[in-house]
């Protein structure tokens, strides 16, 4: 072992030691580096496949994780995604330790937040320095900073201890409702009216430029633009002078239709028709008003319960698009950030055509073809991003016909046309939402 690392060790043990997370479902492999770690001077947890290694992090801070790809239920790249949800990687260190050499593998893993790749059978000195040079370079999660900006360092910490704290003098935080790609929302209790309210977060770094930054700003102002009563109603937006980007909206019971169809499968047509019905009118207004949502899907629908009437809302549009910003648009593009869900996405966005709001169109189809079948039009079993891809691009949807008995032959045929490869032979959400009455008549 070089003496840099036996120094960053002497100072571990001073400080308490560091805590390393083994995901692997291999004994052999556990038995040999559980040694090795813990011969270094290093706390191990072990976990043998990704629900467990989810809940070891849940429970007590880890300070990095050494994951496996290949694992029953939960493979490595789902974990590395969950945890990327929770810990930017110079938070929480991740090293894919794995037998998968293949260079999609790697990518992959880089793609979504992996702090370093090393292949099996692991090499223990080059390993020891990687996981080092990893816990080095990371921020601890366990400190926060007292003082102005300590909600935003719970914050950036990972929410611990950020129940009872309070936004802006205004909002005081009672629990996490959910995690989303830019950002975590909460319960929250408005003081000044003693009302209940949700507030989303910006979960990543507080850079006056940043990327995640500039599209939280967006979806203040998107969602303040919009009126529609079936999109998530805006009470506040606000970065704050400590940094703290925070949006306040009405806070809603119930359920994502993500969930509804978890539960049921496939919906009955007239429901399907009452769900899309109001999704078609929103999508309609934002396009008048230049707003793209891009990640229409049954996450980002949700079914809201005021009494006994279901309300149903659309959901983030913090990564809506104004069409109006091109140079911004130019700029996230330059900058690798894709963003939607790729079951879900219109051919073009993954050609690198221009596209507009017939995108969300497709991504409304593939969630109504859903809704009434019980899966997406398109599902590559072996989980390959790149025949999922190849699918949406060149491949027709099977008419749901063929897989739902009695479905009218209307329905079909404007599923089919929401579905269209080309963005010029799609329906307008304005002419979607006539068909839909009239199939519902």
């Known amino acids: 072992m070089t003496s840099e690392l036996e120094t960053d060790l002497r100072r571990s043990r001073s400080e308490g ?32 496949h990704g629900a467990e290694a989810l809940r070891l992090v849940g429970e007590q801070p880890v300070d990095l994780v050494l994951l496996d790809v290949v694992m029953p239920g939960l493979n490595g790249f789902d974990v590395l995604e969950r945890l ?14 794995t037998s998968q050499d293949h260079k999609s593998d790697v990518v992959r893993a880089f793609g979504l937040g992996a702090n370093d790749y090393v292949t099996k059978p692991l090499d223990r000195e080059v390993t020891l320095a990687r996981i080092a040079a990893q816990l080095r370079q990371r921020r601890p999660i366990r400190e926060s900073t007292p003082g102005p900006g300590h909600v935003r360092s719970l914050f950036e910490a990972g929410f611990e201890g950020l129940c009872g704290e309070i936004i802006d003098g205004k909002y005081r935080i009672e629990e996490t ?16 009216l003693d009302r209940q309210v949700a507030v989303k977060l910006l979960r990543s770094a507080f850079c006056p430029e940043s990327v995640s930054l500039r599209r939280f700003r967006r979806e203040g102002l998107s ?6 009563p079936n999109v998530v109603h805006v009470l506040d937006f606000n970065v704050n002078p400590d940094g703290l980007t925070y949006l306040v909206m009405e806070l809603l ?24 019905l109001p999704v078609s009118e929103v999508l309609r207004e934002a396009h008048e008003l230049g707003i793209i949502h891009r990640d229409i899907k049954p996450q980002n629908i949700f ?12 959901l983030d549009f913090g990564i809506a698009k104004l069409v109006v910003d091109g140079e911004l ?38 969630m109504l073809y859903e809704m009434l079948s019980g899966e997406p039009p398109f599902v590559e079993s072996g989980n390959s991003f790149f025949k999922l891809i190849r699918m949406h691009v060149a491949e027709p949807p099977r008419p749901l016909r063929h897989q739902v008995p009695g479905l ?11 579905l269209e490869k080309r963005p010029e032979n799609r329906p307008s959400p304005a002419e979607i939402a006539t068909r839909l009455l009239q199939i519902g008549h």
């Open 303 to 314: 079914l809201h319960v005021v009494g006994r009437v279901e309300v149903v809302k659309v």
């Open 329 to 366: 648009e130019q700029r996230l593009t330059a900058e690798g950030n894709s963003v939607g869900t790729p079951a879900y996405m219109a051919p073009e966005r993954f050609t690198g055509e221009p596209y507009d709001g017939a995108s969300d169109v497709y991504s409304f189809g593939v």
């Open 17 to 48: 030691r560091l805590r390393l997370l083994l995901v692997d479902d291999s004994d052999v492999s556990q038995e040999i580096w559980s040694a090795i770690l813990e011969a270094e001077g290093y706390e191990v947890a072990s976990a043998r």
């Open 253 to 276: 019971e119930g359920r994502p239709l993500e969930s509804e169809l978890r539960s049921h499968g496939r919906l009955e047509v007239e429901r399907a028709l009452r769900i899309a």
């Open 223 to 228: 969602l303040s633009r919009l009126k529609h």
């Open 84 to 97: 990327r949800e929770l810990y930017p990687p110079d938070r929480l260190p991740v090293i894919m330790a």
């Open 177 to 192: 409702l959910g995690l989303g790609n830019f950002g975590a929302v909460f319960r929250a209790t408005q003081l000044s």
């Open 408 to 418: 009218p032959p209307a329905l079909d045929e404007l599923v089919l046309a929401t």
